[in-house]
Nanobody, 125 residues
């Protein structure tokens, strides 16, 4: 059974930093992509992909909303991906989800097969 477990959410002040982690287990793909999505609170909010990393070559992609502020890193031996959030903004308040799927390249997948349960991040002073 594939499992994805996020951790590290919580309260952060504007301008502050927070590190989210995603531990994946139970999959058999030789190469995979892990994406981080987020969904802001409130009706009508969508779950949007903000970053993605490939286990094949470590290549990363970031949405414009987080580029230059968030950084992905991976530990392939531990099948763990971390999302380092910095210079946090009120708009970063959301539930953050990691997701996994087979990597076929060369860009982030449009669809992810497996999902974590989410971790809540609140940016507030």
């Amino acid at each position: 059974e594939v499992q994805l477990v996020e951790s590290g959410g919580g309260l952060v002040q504007p301008g502050g930093s927070l590190r989210l982690s995603c531990a994946a287990s139970g999959f058999t793909f030789e190469t995979y992509a892990i994406g981080w999505f987020r969904q802001a609170p409130g009706p009508g909010k969508t779950r949007d992909l903000i970053s993605c990393i490939s286990s094949s070559d470590g290549s990363t992609w970031y949405a414009d909303s987080v580029k230059g502020r968030f950084t992905l890193s991976s530990d392939n031996a531990q099948n763990t991906v971390s999302l380092q959030m910095s210079r946090s903004e009120f708009e970063d308040t959301a539930t953050y989800y990691c997701a996994l799927t087979r990597w076929v390249g060369p860009t982030c997948p449009d669809q992810f097969e497996y999902w974590g349960q989410g971790t809540r991040v609140t940016v507030s002073s």
